[in-house]
């Protein structure tokens, strides 16, 4: 059974840094994609960025490039999103996933249909 574990969100003043972390269980890098989404208050879920089975691809969202960075540690079966010039925007709830290989297109990278794992979250909140 896979299981995703978020955290590292928090509270933060606009400029500042956090890292979120996703620990993931019952499943290898190898097989999955693996992604970061956000969702804010009375908006619909968007796609922040996705790293490929063993970090071959990375995608980011206009939004956030140059500011978040995607990685992964296969050892520690952890997915890492680092979060440098935080905005007020980027407030949200931040949401780990998985996405199988198998049922990958490369053209749904941020189509949250392409997951079929989840994690339960964490809150990121950008003070200004």
């Known amino acids: 059974q896979v299981q995703l574990v978020e955290s590292g969100g928090g509270s933060v003043q606009a400029g500042g840094s956090l890292k979120l972390s996703c620990t993931a269980s019952?499943?290898?890098?190898?097989?999955?994609?693996m992604g970061w989404f956000r969702q804010a208050p009375g908006k619909e879920r968007e796609g922040v960025s996705c790293i490929t089975w063993r970090g071959g691809t990375t995608y980011y969202a206009d939004s956030v490039k140059g500011r978040f960075t995607i990685s992964q540690d296969n050892a520690k079966n952890t997915v890492y999103l680092q979060m440098n010039s935080l905005k007020p925007e980027d407030t949200a709830m931040y949401y780990c996933?998985?996405?199988?290989?198998?049922?990958?297109?490369?053209?749904?990278?941020?189509?949250?249909?392409?997951?079929?794992?989840w994690g339960q979250g964490t809150q990121v909140t950008v003070s200004s």
């Open positions: 996933a998985a996405a199988p290989r198998a049922s990958w297109y490369w053209s749904l990278h941020f189509s949250a249909s392409s997951y079929n794992n």
């Open positions: 019952g499943l290898t890098f190898d097989d999955y994609a």
